[in-house]
C-alpha cells in the first residue's frame, strides 16, 4: 500500500472543494502536508483547522497554477525546505461551462493551463525526486468529461481528455524506464457537489448520482493507499469504454437518454 504517514504530500486546488478535504485526510493519515492554492484565505483558514485538530503542522503556498514562473518558483521552495515529494495529487481544476462560440481565448487558456498543463509542470518538478529515491506516486484528479464529451464543456472535456491521456502515458513510460515503484492514479468522477458544478442535473440519480464531496474524498484516499490505477465514479460511468465500440449515433443517443447531454443545461457554477 501507499502509505501517507511521515511522507510530503503535495496538494494542488487544496483550499476547498475535494482537495480540503483530502489535505484534511492526509492529515489524519500523519502526512506532512503542502497545500497550493490561488486562494490565501482558504490556505491560511484549512492550516489552522488542521493544527487544531494536532496533526503535523502544514506547508502552503499561494500559487498561480496558470502561470508556469509561480510553479516553478514554488517547486523550488518546496524541494529546498522539504526535500522529495512523496505523493503529488494534482486536483486543482476549472470549469467555464459555456458553448464553444461564447467561449473567449482567455478562458480557453485559463482551462488549459490549471487543468492540463499544470500536470505537466508540477509532475516535471517532482518527478525527478521521486526517480531518485525510486518511489511515489502521481495521482490526476481527471473526469468521467474525461472519457465522454459533453454540450457546454468542450474546453473542460478536451482538457480531461488530455489528463486521462497524460496519466495514462505517463504510467507506461515509468514502467519502461524501470521505475515500477513510481506509481500513478488516475480519478475520473461524474459532476461533485462541491459548488464547482452548480445548476447540474441527473436524469437518474441510481444511475449517475451527483457525488457528495466526503464521500468522493475518501474514495481517492483508498484509492491511493491501494495503488490502484484508475477510480471511476459512479460505476455506471464505466460504461464508456464499452460504449467506444458502438456506433457514434447510437452512442450519443444512449448519453441523450441517460442525460448526460443536457446536464449542464442549468450550469451555474459558483456563486461570485
Given amino acids: 500500500m501507499t502509505t501517507f504517514a511521515n511522507k510530503n504530500v503535495l496538494i494542488t486546488g487544496s483550499a476547498s472543494g475535494i482537495g480540503r478535504l483530502m489535505a484534511l485526510k492526509a492529515a489524519a493519515r500523519g502526512a506532512r502536508v503542502i497545500m497550493w492554492d490561488i486562494d490565501l484565505d482558504g490556505l491560511k483558514s484549512l492550516s489552522e483547522t488542521i ?4 496533526y503535523p503542522v502544514p506547508t502552503y503556498l499561494r500559487c498561480d497554477l496558470r502561470s508556469r514562473e509561480e510553479i516553478e518558483e514554488s517547486a523550488r521552495r518546496v524541494l529546498a525546505e522539504h526535500g522529495v515529494v512523496d ?3 494534482n486536483n486543482a481544476g476549472v470549469v467555464s461551462g459555456k458553448p464553444l462560440l461564447e467561449l473567449t481565448d482567455e478562458a480557453i487558456e485559463r482551462t ?4 492540463t498543463l499544470s500536470l505537466f509542470r508540477t509532475t516535471r518538478a517532482f518527478l525527478p525526486g521521486m526517480m531518485e529515491q525510486k518511489s511515489g506516486h502521481i495521482v490526476t484528479i481527471a473526469s468521467a468529461g ?18 486521462v491521456g497524460f496519466d495514462e502515458s505517463l504510467r507506461v513510460e515509468l514502467k519502461r524506464l524501470g521505475y515500477p515503484n513510481i506509481r500513478t492514479t488516475v480519478v475520473c468522477p461524474y459532476y461533485i457537489n462541491t459548488g464547482m458544478f452548480n445548476g447540474v442535473k441527473t436524469r437518474f440519480p441510481w444511475l449517475l448520482p451527483i457525488q457528495e464531496p466526503e464521500d ?3 474514495k481517492i484516499i483508498n484509492a491511493i493507499e491501494k495503488k490502484k490505477s484508475r477510480l471511476i ?5 464505466y460504461t464508456t469504454f464499452p460504449g467506444r465500440l458502438l456506433p457514434v449515433h447510437l452512442l450519443d443517443r444512449i448519453a441523450s437518454f441517460v442525460g448526460i447531454n443536457n446536464s449542464m443545461d442549468d450550469f451555474k457554477g459558483r456563486d461570485s
Fill in 216 to 218: 468522493a474524498a475518501n
Fill in 233 to 237: 465514479m459512479p460505476p455506471f460511468a
Fill in 112 to 115: 488549459f493551463d490549471i487543468n
Fill in 87 to 89: 505523493i503529488l495529487i
Fill in 146 to 163: 474525461g472519457l465522454i464529451g459533453v454540450p457546454r464543456m468542450t474546453d473542460y472535456s478536451a482538457s480531461k481528455f488530455a489528463a
Fill in 51 to 54: 493544527q487544531s485538530w494536532g
